[in-house]
T-cell receptor, first 113, second 114 residues
Framework: DAGVIQSPRHEVTEMGQEVTLRCKPISGHNSLFWYRQTMMRGLELLIYFNNNVPIDDSGMPEDRFSAKMPNASFSTLKIQPSEPRDSAVYFC???????????FGDGTRLSIL | AQTVTQSQPEMSVQEAETVTLSCTYDTSESDYYLFWYKQPPSRQMILVIRQEAYKQQNATENRFSVNFQKAAKSFSLKISDSQLGDAAMYFCAYRGGSQGNLIFGKGTKLSVKP
């Protein structure tokens, strides 16, 4: 079975550019989560969706960050404009329901120069 | 707000021996779940074991087991017969019964010596 698929695996771009991270959850999973991992702050939730509806976006740092889930098999996390402090590993995870274990993708390592 | 604390930034164990990683948490909820995730250098996040708070029996998955002390809000992970492939960052995580998101500790880096 395919796991959570994230793309790209690595992204290097200059500050001010728009960055779009993509995630395909496991088929049949109806909950999707975006996390960010940094050395300073560890793993933090940014936003999560249930049945394609955003439930909690309190972790989104600021208006430069936005996330969408147009259908059950695809989600994006967009940063516009990007800043060096956005450099981190971004993980997407999905679960069969809110109460079920979360399965993580391999993450996107984002570097903003 | 719920918090998860891992007090050991680094641990080391000899191959084939046993090691215990500590985790404490703070919550006022009675219904919640606890997890241990493993993150090897490849940076994958791999679910190792999970525990439902309403269950008194400690969860076990092969060489991995937990010591869940609900009153003390402690959730330690024991790895028996340690293998070189166990070397990784280990994260303790909490999820409230009414919530979907995980709250993670800062992690413990485990080294396994041959």
């Amino acid at each position: 079975d395919a796991g959570v698929i994230q793309s790209p695996r690595h992204e290097v771009t200059e500050m001010g550019q728009e960055v779009t991270l993509r995630c395909k959850p496991i088929s049949g999973h109806n909950s999707l989560f975006w996390y960010r991992q940094t050395m300073m702050r560890g793993l933090e939730l940014l936003i999560y969706f249930n049945n394609n509806v955003p439930i909690d976006d309190s972790g989104m740092p600021e208006d430069r960050f936005s996330a969408k889930m147009p259908n059950a098999s695809f989600s994006t996390l967009k940063i516009q404009p990007s800043e060096p402090r956005d450099s981190a590993v971004y993980f997407c995870a999905s679960s069969r329901g809110l109460g079920q274990p979360q399965h993580f993708g391999d993450g996107t390592r984002l570097s903003i120069l | 707000a719920q918090t998860v604390t891992q007090s050991q930034p680094e641990m080391s164990v000899q191959e084939a021996e046993t090691v215990t990683l500590s985790c404490t948490y703070d919550t006022s909820e009675s219904d919640y779940y606890l997890f241990w995730y493993k993150q090897p250098p490849s940076r994958q996040m791999i679910l190792v074991i999970r525990q439902e708070a309403y269950k008194q029996q400690n969860a076990t998955e092969n060489r991995f087991s937990v010591n869940f002390q609900k009153a003390a809000k402690s959730f330690s992970l024991k790895i028996s017969d340690s293998q070189l492939g166990d070397a990784a960052m280990y994260f303790c995580a909490y999820r409230g019964g009414s919530q979907g998101n995980l709250i993670f500790g800062k992690g413990t880096k485990l080294s396994v010596k041959p």
